[in-house]
């Protein structure tokens, strides 16, 4: 398998392995930087924290993170997080898992990069 490491406005991710309905990713998010408010059709999410502090929202709802949090996230559940540190990254791995892992399953309602005006998802148009 090929590595594959997206760049985009909030850090990067890794993909570290995948099949055919699963996807793991190492993510690492800039200092002060967070992810769109967002939920998936066809995938749910898990979320470890390996370092840093952050901030998620769970379908409205604020929450403390820090190394060795476990995040679950259901299909059709808005999520975001959030790296509170202005100086250290946050870094959590992501697993993906569902019937369709594609990363035009994103609906956006909120986003720092404008992303959420067309809502659109395509992987490439997220890339810097």
């Not at 996807?23 to 967070?34: A, H, Q």
């Not at 979320?47 to 409205?60: A, H, L, Q």
């Not at 949090?69 to 959590?92: G, T, W, Y």
């Amino acid at each position: 398998m090929i590595e594959k490491q997206n760049k985009y406005p909030w850090g990067y991710a890794k993909v570290l392995t995948e099949g055919e309905n699963y996807r793991v990713k190492r993510i690492s998010l800039n200092p002060s930087s967070r992810q769109s408010y967002q939920s998936h059709e066809r995938r749910a999410e898990s979320w470890v924290i390996v370092s840093g502090e952050g901030k998620i929202t769970i379908d409205d709802v604020e929450s403390s993170v820090g190394p060795a949090a476990v995040i679950m996230i259901s299909m059709n559940v808005k999520h975001r997080i959030e790296n509170i540190s202005s100086e250290n990254p946050l870094v959590f791995i992501e697993t993906q898992f569902g019937t369709y892992i594609g990363e035009d399953d994103i609906i956006r309602y909120d986003d720092d990069y404008g992303r959420h005006l067309d809502n659109w998802a395509d992987c490439d148009a997220d890339l810097i």
